[in-house]
């Protein structure tokens, strides 16, 4: 749909995909994922919803000098696991 709608921008129909984004300041549809992702996350943690955080994550409680919203990561070994971001 983006690919679609930039196309409409007068002067960049010629151009491509890449150059269009760089051009008018936008991002991947990757990395807008990761963003909100993100966002999600943050907000889960910081109790903007109604949700427990325990039922997505689990915190990092090793005693390290940081923050208390340190998240875990397990150990995995499947590539699968390793790109999940909770339990």
Do not use: P, Q
């Not at 749909?1 to 007068?10: I, S």
């Not at 993100?38 to 109604?50: D, G, P």
């Amino acid at each position: 749909m983006e690919r679609h709608a930039t196309k409409f921008v007068w002067e960049m129909e010629k151009l491509n995909y890449e150059k269009i984004l760089k051009k008018l300041g936008l991002m991947h549809l990757d990395g807008r994922r990761v963003r909100s992702d993100l966002t999600e996350v943050f907000k889960i943690i910081n109790r903007y919803y109604n949700v427990t955080s325990d039922l997505f994550f689990t915190f990092d409680d090793a005693g390290r000098r940081s923050h208390n919203k340190k998240l875990f990561k397990r150990r995995s070994r499947l590539d699968i696991r390793k790109h999940v971001f909770f339990k």
